[in-house]
């Protein structure tokens, strides 16, 4: 079982509704979580970070962080066609310098 | 604004061959790693360094070693290319303490 966990996709959604993103992790260990939006032929880059249960909201974006479930979430509002892109979650434990990545998620936002 | 580079953005070399990959950042940060990034298999750590001189393995070290002489740049060594070390290599960089790495633009290297 791989540590972090992703549905790889691709997953559709019309412009304007909401696109739902999950990822799952088996290290209990695990305290922080990550997602980072990779565009095609592009490097990832860092859109949200969640550390504690609940929402956290940037802008469009929200991150859910369940630590019962294990189970981290990415919504993102009013979606655009510019929010097409792989997003890959990842989770790190205190302490430890490593980041453990999914295999990402890719997101098409159709107009 | 933090800024990553890698010395190639293709390269294609052959089985046996040593290859360097090379990472520069600007920002003085303390951390730099390597990742190597396949489909289906999602970024996996090779080799992380926490200061000069100082390094650690990742998740997937084998075939590779790296070396930092100076803060800002962080070399990926492999002695002897496989084709099976055919994948995009993505550098990035973090200041200590925080969380945030931040991406070079990734080497795609071919080994024929």
């Known amino acids: 079982q791989k540590e972090v966990e992703q549905n790889s996709g691709p997953l559709s959604v019309p412009e304007g509704a909401i696109a739902s993103l999950n990822c799952t992790y088996s290290d209990r260990g695990s305290q922080s979580f990550f997602w980072y939006r990779q565009y095609s032929g592009k490097s990832p880059e860092l859109i949200m970070s969640i550390y504690s249960n609940g929402d956290k909201e940037d802008g469009r974006f929200t991150a859910q962080l369940n630590k019962a479930s294990q189970y981290v979430s990415l919504l993102i509002r009013d979606s655009q066609p510019s929010d097409s892109a792989t997003y890959l979650c990842a989770g790190k434990n205190f302490g430890n310098e490593k980041l453990t990545f999914g295999t990402g998620t890719r997101l098409t936002i159709i107009p | 604004d933090v800024k990553v580079t890698q010395s190639s953005r293709y390269l294609v070399k052959r089985t046996g061959e040593k290859v360097f990959l090379e990472c520069v950042q600007d920002m003085d940060h303390e951390n730099m790693f390597w990742y190597r990034q396949d489909p289906g298999l999602g970024l996996r750590l090779i080799y992380f360094?926490?200061?000069?001189?100082?390094?650690e393995k990742g998740d997937i070290p084998e075939g590779y070693s790296v070396s930092r002489e100076k803060k800002e740049r962080f070399s990926l060594i492999l002695e002897s290319a496989s084709t099976n070390q055919t994948s995009m290599y993505l550098c990035?960089?973090?200041?200590?303490?925080?969380?945030?790495?931040?991406f070079g633009p990734g080497t795609r290297l071919t080994v024929l």
């Open positions: 990035a960089s973090r200041t200590e303490g925080t969380d945030t790495q931040y």
């Open positions: 360094s926490y200061d000069v001189k100082m390094k």
